[in-house]
T-cell receptor
Framework: AQSVTQLDSHVSVSEGTPVLLRCNYS??????LFWYVQHPNKGLQLLLK??????LVKGINGFEAEFKKSETSFHLTKPSAHMSDAAEYFC????????????FGAGTRLFVKA | ETGVTQTPRHLVMGMTNKKSLKCEQH?????MYWYKQSAKKPLELMFV???????ENNSVPSRFSPECPNSSHLFLHLHTLQPEDSALYLC???????????????FGPGTRLTVL
């Protein structure tokens, strides 16, 4: 069965410092993995996705994530946080287990301090 | 901002009211989704429509009734809701249900529903 675990419900960083949001998944098949961002009172927006091509995926706004099959991880990183990065981030796993299934993580709230 | 629009953005209703949420996508997609987002809970998939046919009902109470008249429009009809139904209701679309495995879903801004 699929599952996705976001290891931190909240992460707080200072502006200009690196960001790390952690995500672990389980999947019976070769999964696709996504990171979405949600700003207050907005819908979710895709940051990046992994679909079995390059394991290091670059997304919008300077974010990137690395698919590590051996660790079943897909952590999201950014070298330098900006105030506008403050938002909620969702890790998502999708595969064809029992049909077409997409599972959302519980979310990680990122706070950026000036 | 997005090819998926939702109306109204905010809705306050009593437990005996009947109201409807509307979603429209301008992306030429064939799959549409309703999600419920409650505080401190993961996003919950409610319904999936693929080429206007309902393919998933995730054990949603019958007081929520979806309608998909065509591939561009999705409604959620609400009747005799409970206070615990208060949440952000998000609509999304994708090319089709199968390709949602590797293609992104596009989300609307949501309807913030408060049930008194």
């Amino acid at each position: 069965a699929q599952s996705v675990t976001q290891l931190d419900s909240h992460v707080s960083v200072s502006e200009g410092t690196p960001v790390l949001l952690r995500c672990n998944y389980s999947s019976s098949y070769s999964p696709s993995l996504f990171w979405y961002v949600q700003h207050p009172n907005k819908g979710l927006q895709l940051l990046l996705k992994y679909t079995s091509a390059a394991t290091l995926v670059k997304g919008i706004n300077g974010f990137e994530a690395e698919f590590k099959k051996s660790e079943t991880s897909f952590h999201l990183t950014k070298p330098s946080a900006h105030m506008s990065d403050a938002a909620e981030y969702f890790c998502v796993v999708s595969d064809r287990t029992g049909g077409f299934k997409t599972i959302f993580g519980a979310g990680t709230r990122l706070f950026v301090k000036a | 901002e997005t090819g998926v629009t939702q109306t109204p953005r905010h809705l306050v209703m009593g437990m005996t009211n009947k109201k409807s949420l509307k979603c429209e996508q301008h992306l030429g997609h064939n799959a549409m989704y309703w999600y419920k987002q409650s505080a401190k809970k993961p996003l919950e998939l409610m319904f999936v429509y693929n080429f206007k046919e309902q393919t998933e009902n995730n054990s949603v109470p019958s007081r929520f009734s979806p309608e998909c008249p065509n591939s561009s429009h999705l409604f959620l009809h609400l009747h005799t809701l409970q206070p615990e139904d208060s949440a952000l209701y998000l609509c999304a679309s994708s090319q089709d249900e199968a390709s949602a495995t590797y293609n992104e879903q596009f989300f609307g801004p949501g309807t913030r529903l408060t049930v008194l």
